[in-house]
C-alpha cells in the first residue's frame, strides 16, 4: 500500500523549436494547426510599461485539451492521437527540426507520484521525441 498521491494539475504539449522554420511548414506536413506559434523576432507581448519582448526562436506548439483527470499519460496520447503516426515523417521533421513533449507536472507534495505507460513510451520512443519533463513543487 503506498500513500503517494497524484499531482495537483498536468500539462502536455508538443512543441517544435528553432530559429529558422516556418510554422506553417510544420503544420502542412503534421497536417495540423497549432494552437500557438511564431517565428523568430515575432513581437509577443509588451508590458505596461511599452517594453516589447521578441521571440529568441520560432515555436510550434499543440496542447492537449484540458482533461479534468490531469491524467500525463493520456494527455500526451490524446496529442499524438491528432497526428500522423508515420515514423518516417516524424524522422524527416525531427531531422530538420528540434521537437520534444513537453510534460508540465505541479506537485500537490513532494512525494506525489506520476508514471507512463510503456505503450506511451513507445509513441514517444517511434517517433523520436524527447520526453522534457517541468516539475513545479508543491507548498508542503
Given at each position: 500500500?503506498t500513500?503517494?498521491?497524484?499531482?495537483?494539475r498536468t500539462?502536455?504539449?508538443l512543441?517544435f523549436?528553432?530559429?529558422n522554420?516556418i510554422?506553417?511548414?510544420?503544420?502542412?506536413?503534421l497536417?495540423q494547426k497549432?494552437?500557438?506559434s511564431h517565428?523568430?523576432?515575432?513581437l509577443?507581448?509588451?508590458?505596461s510599461?511599452?517594453?516589447k519582448?521578441?521571440?529568441?526562436?520560432g515555436?510550434?506548439q499543440?496542447?492537449?485539451?484540458?482533461?479534468p483527470?490531469?491524467n500525463?499519460d493520456?494527455?500526451?496520447?490524446e496529442v499524438l492521437s491528432r497526428l500522423?503516426?508515420?515514423v518516417?515523417?516524424?524522422?524527416?521533421?525531427l531531422?530538420k527540426?528540434?521537437?520534444?513533449?513537453?510534460?508540465?507536472?505541479f506537485l500537490?507534495?513532494?512525494?506525489?507520484?506520476?508514471?507512463?505507460?510503456?505503450?506511451?513510451?513507445?509513441m514517444l520512443?517511434?517517433?523520436?521525441l524527447?520526453l522534457?519533463?517541468d516539475?513545479y513543487?508543491?507548498?508542503?
Amino acid at each position: 500500500v503506498t500513500n503517494m498521491s497524484a499531482p495537483e494539475r498536468t500539462c502536455a504539449s508538443l512543441r517544435f523549436h528553432g530559429d529558422n522554420f516556418i510554422p506553417d511548414e510544420i503544420s502542412k506536413i503534421l497536417k495540423q494547426k497549432p494552437d500557438r506559434s511564431h517565428v523568430k523576432g515575432d513581437l509577443l507581448s509588451t508590458n505596461s510599461k511599452g517594453i516589447k519582448r521578441f521571440a529568441n526562436s520560432g515555436l510550434w506548439q499543440l496542447h492537449a485539451r484540458n482533461r479534468p483527470d490531469d491524467n500525463l499519460d493520456a494527455q500526451i496520447c490524446e496529442v499524438l492521437s491528432r497526428l500522423t503516426s508515420e515514423v518516417v515523417v516524424w524522422h524527416d521533421l525531427l531531422g530538420k527540426f528540434g521537437g520534444d513533449m513537453y510534460c508540465g507536472i505541479f506537485l500537490q507534495s513532494i512525494n506525489d507520484e506520476v508514471g507512463l505507460k510503456a505503450l506511451t513510451l513507445q509513441m514517444l520512443s517511434d517517433r523520436g521525441l524527447k520526453l522534457e519533463l517541468d516539475i513545479y513543487e508543491g507548498s508542503d
